[in-house]
């Protein structure tokens, strides 16, 4: 059927309001957070009931119309970039929090409701959710299941996946599931991790049950200051095997820390090639405990300085410039990439100076500042868009860098996804049984191929291709996504 | 082909010492620890190579011989009861273990480790692997993970999935797929999970990474006694609902509370209606902290009774009868059958009640010992398989348990597995369309249907037949294992 025949059948189950066709209209959602990728929607619906979400999945499934879901749009890795053919299904409207359950702990939310808000919902009954990507103001849950959604507390709370208990979702022949249960443990397959980071090529989420867990006592920030980032790195790994876990271990590199100290003056020691902030949270006695036993262990790796908090207001004011890494490469650079890749701890003093001697070679700068306590690097090339051929050359670095990450044992992302962004290095990341396996887990969700085509998971043509391809002329191919 | 043609390829592709073809060496294979299902296999394979694995696996494939994989033989739902016209994979001969890696605190084995082994080669360095199902001494990994097995201190530590990283596998066509990874998070989607808890039905384990903790500085019990089971019931959910997450938080009815008694003496209060047993680990301070939270929520909730272990010696005291229940059981009775459901913890005074309504209904006692934190329930059913028509009636009574389970939004397993004995109660827990979903992703993995054909996950067939499905004349119908 021609786009003007989809529309208008659009129009004819949905209330007006619900569609949106106009140009005009479509540019907002023409990106989300990764806006180097750009395409307009054939059409956006904004459904306001399960039925007319249900209408809409129906209708594509007939019709044979790609459908891409979205939420906030906050996603860094591309993996609600619309296609030109396609449906944009936007769950923004499923926003309330449909029962705080304090006795079993659990909260029953829709897609569209922000991260933050179901930790501010459960606030008065001293409880919150733990995930807390950066985002966490306006990322929806929705998102977060479909990508897996990390955040600094990840390492002592848990993935997105770690902290649901249930989902409702929608097969795109608009066949309502539920999957999991209020329950530790479910029978038959678990689909629900299945399901939690398949970047929305399996189902559409329409439902959330969110475990809370209680807010802790008190909460106490290790910042201390290191000459090498050698040093920092067996910090972090003398750390964890010491048995503690933080809350957060969070590494600044130079570039970071001075980018930080620029735009923020918040007092980072500008002399340290690396810092690290290490949040311990819990009962008084216990974060007591834990602080004088990472202050022991940083001692020893060799810290040449280290404070901490003492109180609330300085455990914010620590933190303080940590939160601003990102706007403060804003200052430094008209644009920033923020990469995505895990490493096994112990390799992170290698990665992080291959990683410096990668910036050398292509001539742009990075800054480090990530969850080292978890190896989940975010490496910012810094960049300008304007100068021709520099965003192809940052899209390369990124490349290399996270097959830096897939060859001390790592993987291409630790919360971002993979989305378009990263859909080469599946390649590299994976062998042919590997994807081949993929390929039929979303042939047994999504037999026609129409959730969200072309991200997350590569072709096998795609990766042969791959083997010697380069990106030139300022284009990226992506084949897939031509298809419709 | 036929049976002799099988086995004289087995012979011919494998070491004679690695395939048992006669009666008497079968008689061992012929149940796993629900001895209640037997069935001798076609042929026994013990391969000692992966290699081995491989072609047993290429030539079965070829051949369309259905192959179900055996770690200890301990699992308590039937899953690995060997087909008549099938081979057994027996792994037990894959017990090394690989590597100890303290650094990134993981261990990588082979499948047929045992649990306990694990743990004890970690004990050197301070670490332990979490998930400690009662047959922890002869249990292997293996099986653990094909079942995602628990424990009593998977409250706190979670069951199987949450404490593995990744996996080796071979696919039915004896294709290696390497599952997860050693980072946080993996890209693609999370076959991980998928695979843990998938009662073989999915691909043959082959290779696990299990994460490390480090032990607990200390711990301690809290043992409190109850004048009823709705004020025991309420005491699991305040002591949750009080921020503490216990180690293990068990419950023992009175009936169990007798047998135990009778049997090891170990001074539990005979006077109760159920007694909780709390331990809390940790650091010294925490653990001090905790037990005086623990004690003041018990006292609140009405606990007529409380005693705390003051040192390691009475704690495992404290424990003793808990660990003896089992064995117990055989005291009172020449059988007893384990159930296995979860419920959402705020039912479970309403489940336990109604449990005894139907212990009494079908003249059966029942004893309950089990993981009350976690709500996964363990009803003992005690009956004797000499009496006719005895075993029928209390595989209908734990029938019935299951669908109150279920009916109170709890699930049918809590970490024994569905395997064959659940299998009827998937049509109660399940609707078409999430079965049809289940069916979709077996046919993603083994298309011919040849892994452990007929447990876990029962066609619509069957569902469609237990509509009206009663069991009598002592057969239990299976049609899905007559096919082979």
Known sequence: MSKTGIIALLYKHLP????????????????????????????????????????????CSEQ??????????????????????????????????????????????????????ISEAAEPYGLYYAPDPSSQIACSIGGNVAENAGGIHCLKYGLTVHNILSLEVLTMEGEAITIGSQALD???????????????????????????????????????????????????????????????????????????????????????????????????????????????????AGAFEQRVSHNEEERQEFWAGRKAAFPAMGRLSPDYYCMDGTIPRKHLAFVLNEIETLSKEYGLPICNVFHAGDGNLHPLILYDANQPGELERTEELGGKILELCISVGGTITGEHGVGLEKINQMCVQFNTAELQQFHAVKQAFDPEQLLNPGKAIPTLHRCAEFGALHVHDGKLPHPELERF
Chains 1, 2 share one sequence.
Do not use: W
């Open 16 to 59: 007006e309001q619900c569609v949106l066709s106009r140009a005009e209209e479509l540019r907002p959602y023409e990106c989300d957070g990764l806006s180097a990728y750009r395409q307009l929607p054939m059409v956006v619906v904004i459904p306001e009931t399960l039925e007319q979400v249900q209408s809409t999945l129906r209708l």
């Open 64 to 117: 044979k119309v790609p459908v891409v879901a979205r939420g906030a749009g906050t996603g860094l890795s591309g993996g609600a970039l619309p296609l030109a053919g396609g449906v944009l299904l936007v769950l923004s409207r499923f926003n309330r929090i449909l029962e705080i359950d304090t006795q079993n702990r659990v909260a029953q939310v829709q897609p569209g409701v922000t991260n933050l808000a």
């Open 186 to 300: 479910s029978p038959g397959y678990d689909l629900l991790a299945l399901m939690t980071g398949s970047e929305g090529l399996l189902a559409v989420i329409t439902g959330v049950t969110v475990k809370l867990l209680p807010r802790p006592e008190t909460a106490q920030v290790v910042l201390a200051a290191f000459g090498s980032v050698e040093a920092a790195g067996a910090a972090v790994t003398a750390v964890i095997a010491s048995g503690i876990i933080p809350a957060g271990l969070e590494l600044l590199d130079r570039p970071a820390i001075h980018a930080v100290e620029k735009f923020k003056h918040c007092g980072y020691p500008v002399d340290a090639a690396a810092i690290l902030l290490c949040e311990v949270d819990g009962t008084r006695e216990d974060v007591t405990a834990q602080t004088g036993q990472v202050n022991r262990v940083f001692r020893q």
